[in-house]
Structure formats: structure tokens, C-alpha cells
């Protein structure tokens, strides 16, 4: 369980700008998930030694922030 902890801090602590991330841990089902910035990960204990992380993101691609493009002068 302290691996899923760890995980799910490591991911939140790796943001680059400041966003808020929540993180639950579900003990009866073997899951850690952190949530935010436009992402979920879940973490899940499969096996005593194996692990495996989904990472899903919310929302459309936008290669120009959500503000889209914005032409000089405008």
C-alpha cells in the first residue's frame, strides 16, 4: 500500500506548473488514483508484485491551451 502512496504523490509532485491534484486509495480494491489537471491516473495492485497504472485524459487535445490561437493584433 505505501507504494501506491508514494506513486500517487510522485505524480502529483511532478507537475510542472501548480494544479491541484486529489489522489483516493482504495485499500479493499487495490487502487490508487490521482486526479487533475486534465488527467487521471489509476494505479492498481494485479498480482503481490505486479502493478498496473492507467492513465486516461479528460477533455479534447489542445495544442494551443484552452484559449486556442490568438493571431497578433487581436
Known sequence: MRVFVCLGFLLAAS??????????????????????????ATTTQTSRSTYTTTVTRSGGYQPMGRGGYNPMGR
Open 15 to 40: 507537475a510542472a506548473n501548480a494544479q491541484t491534484y486529489t489522489t483516493t486509495v482504495d485499500r479493499s480494491n487495490n487502487t490508487v488514483t490521482t486526479t487533475g489537471g486534465g488527467y487521471t
